[in-house]
């Protein structure tokens, strides 16, 4: 069965500082990616998606950037963190879609990220 | 564009009774839609999809969701609450494009008292 982590679950940091949260997907191949920020427990914001290693979509202009180094790993990082950054940071894995397969999103446990 | 709308912010309902959680959407072409559940600091849990076929679609815990294409709504319904059902909702519409994508609703927290 497949199985996405995400770490740390939770993360406190200076504004300024740099930031890397680390999410896996296991027991699936070339899954799709998704990075979301889900503010004061309400919308969901998507930020980041991707298709493919390397291949990067982003979906609102800010200071963060994501990354897939290899297939079942997605990286969401900033050089330098805002307050308007916190948040809870939900990652998300799809089976490849195409075609005629509409499948769900599964989503991971979640990094709660508070910046001071 | 396509879009998704929970008009309630927060549902009440007594423990026993019937439920609905509404949702309505707008879309250019089939509609995809999704139902998900999000309990306190977790991730979002999938209840139910519908794709096509049956307008009465079943998922888990107990939970359905009718899909009106007149009204273009796909309300989210459980016949009888617990008190363990309290939680936010989401409603989610799949876009045209073949990234996987899909549009949430803002979320509606249902309460069941006792």
């Known amino acids: 069965s497949q199985t996405i982590h995400q770490w740390p679950a939770t993360l406190v940091q200076p504004v300024g500082s740099p930031l890397s949260l680390e999410c896996t997907v296991e027991?699936?191949?070339?899954?799709?990616l998704y990075w979301y920020r889900q503010a004061a427990g309400r919308g969901l914001q998507l930020l980041f998606y991707?298709?493919?290693?390397?291949?990067i979509s982003s979906e609102v202009p800010q200071n963060l950037s994501a990354s897939r180094p290899q297939d079942r790993q997605f990286i969401l990082s900033s050089k330098k963190l805002l307050l308007s950054d916190s948040g809870f940071y939900l990652c998300?894995?799809?089976?490849?879609?195409?075609?005629?397969?509409?499948?769900?999103?599964?989503f991971g446990p979640g990094t709660r990220l508070t910046v001071l | 564009a396509q879009s998704v709308a929970q008009p309630e912010d927060q549902v009440n309902v007594a423990e026993g009774n019937p439920l609905t959680v509404k949702c309505t959407y707008s879309?250019?072409?089939?509609?995809?839609l999704f139902w998900y559940v999000q309990y306190p600091n977790r991730g979002l849990q999938f209840l139910l999809k519908?794709?096509?076929?049956?307008?009465l679609v079943k998922g888990s815990y107990g939970f359905e969701a009718e899909f009106n294409k007149s009204q273009t709504s796909f309300h989210l319904k459980k016949p009888s609450a617990l008190v363990s059902d309290s939680a936010l909702y989401f409603c989610?519409?799949?876009?045209?494009?073949?990234?996987?994508?899909?549009?949430f609703g803002q979320g509606t927290t249902l309460q069941v008292k006792p």
């Open positions: 027991g699936t191949s070339n899954p799709n």
């Open positions: 991707s298709v493919g290693i390397g291949q």
């Open positions: 998300a894995w799809s089976p490849l879609a195409g075609g005629t397969t509409y499948n769900e999103q599964f």
């Open positions: 519908y794709i096509t076929g049956d307008n």
């Open positions: 879309v250019s072409g089939n509609p995809y």
């Open positions: 989610a519409v799949r876009t045209s494009s073949n990234t996987g994508k899909l549009i």
